[in-house]
Antibody, heavy 122, light 107 residues
Framework: QLQLQESGPGLVKPSETLSLTCTVS??????????WGWIRQSPGKGLEWIGN???????SYNPSLKSRVTTSVDTSKNQIFLKFNTVTAADTAVYYCVRSGAVTLRRAFDLWGQGTMVIVSS | DIVLTQSPGTLSLSPGERATLSCRAS???????LAWYQQKPDQAPRLLIY???NRATGIPDRFSGSGSGTDFTLTISRLEPEDFAVYYC????????FGQGTKVEIK
């Protein structure tokens, strides 16, 4: 059974870079059937899509966050990565690793990690 | 951005009753690229419906989705105790955006 597991520091200082890793187990990240991505959830902003990446490295981002976000993939380790720079307190949220289908109709998020809480504070 | 507005904010119902949740989009959602999710406390959201009306794998048939254009509905035909949760709609027609959620609580 395929599972997603987020990892990374739970506390990041303002103006620094938030870096998270998602490890995919029980299946290959190189499946042509799926995109992988990140979503965050905060009390103030609710659920917010951050971006997606295909195993080939093709990316798409939320336009409102695009200037601060980079996603990447390491197929040898079955991992995807999120880098979010110049963070502020507004970036405090639970960050989820997610999967979505590659076929357009199925591009809903059908698998979620358990989420990791990130607090931005000095 | 397509803004999704869910109503009502809270729905108070008893087990066995029918729940009808609404999601209205600020502009047309092409091809019904709309999904519904269920979230329970301290859990990640779970996909219920994709493509406006297609149940995801393992989702009971008491959950159904309908709608097109700018108006979409999630219906739970008979509420089970485990269905009391927060429900979100999400569109994937233009970028990806979520509604603010509807809480279904026990009356």
């Amino acid at each position: 059974q395929l599972q997603l597991q987020e990892s990374g520091p739970g506390l990041v200082k303002p103006s620094e870079t938030l870096s998270l890793t998602c490890t995919v187990s029980g299946g290959s990240i190189t499946s042509s059937s799926y995109y992988w991505g990140w979503i965050r959830q905060s009390p103030g902003k609710g659920l917010e899509w951050i971006g997606n990446i295909y195993y080939s490295g093709t990316t798409s981002y939320n336009p409102s966050l695009k200037s601060r976000v980079t996603t990447s993939v390491d197929t040898s380790k079955n991992q995807i990565f999120l880098k979010f720079n110049t963070v502020t307190a507004a970036d405090t949220a639970v960050y989820y690793c997610v999967r979505s289908g590659a076929v357009t109709l199925r591009r809903a998020f059908d698998l979620w990690g358990q989420g990791t809480m990130v607090i931005v504070s000095s | 951005d397509i803004v999704l507005t869910q109503s009502p904010g809270t729905l108070s119902l008893s087990p066995g009753e029918r729940a009808t949740l609404s999601c209205r989009a600020s502009q047309s959602v092409s091809f019904g690229y709309l999904a519904w999710y269920q979230q329970k406390p301290d859990q990640a959201p779970r996909l219920l419906i994709y493509g406006a009306s297609n149940r995801a794998t393992g989702i009971p048939d008491r959950f159904s989705g309908s709608g097109s254009g700018t108006d979409f509905t999630l219906t739970i035909s008979r509420l089970e105790p485990e269905d009391f949760a927060v429900y979100y709609c999400q569109q994937y027609s233009v970028s990806r955006t979520f509604g603010q959620g509807t809480k279904v609580e026990i009356k």
